[in-house]
């Protein structure tokens, strides 16, 4: 079983950058895809990013590639968004989630305009 941890959220203007980090416990992290998801106030969780467990293949949503990146360190067991050129509907608590089905405690973001 894999326990997430997910950090690095804030306040940030709009056009800044964050890099959001989710830690996870676990010798079998390294088996398993990760992802990011996010909820605005008011609205459905809705897919942000993926990484296979090797980190080889990734996919983005429409509504943020090209300013977020995901990637992972399987050697220290985080996985990042590092995310450029944010904007206020970038607003949302950002959750990582293992294939595993494990899901960590979320960490808000926010951008002002």
């Known amino acids: 079983q894999v326990q997430l941890v997910e950090s690095g959220g804030g306040l940030v203007q709009a056009g800044g950058s964050l890099r959001l980090s989710c830690a996870a416990s676990g010798r079998t992290f390294i088996r398993y895809g990760m992802a990011w998801y996010r909820q605005a106030p008011g609205k459905d969780r809705e897919f942000v990013a993926s990484i296979s467990w090797d980190g080889r293949v990734t996919n983005h949503a429409d509504s943020v590639s090209g300013r977020f990146t995901i990637y992972r360190d399987n050697a220290k067991n985080t996985v990042y968004l590092q995310m450029n050129s944010l904007k206020p509907d970038d607003t949302a608590i950002y959750y990582c989630?293992?294939?595993?089905?494990?899901w960590g405690q979320g960490t808000q973001v926010t951008v002002s305009s």
């Open positions: 989630r293992s294939d595993s089905g494990e």
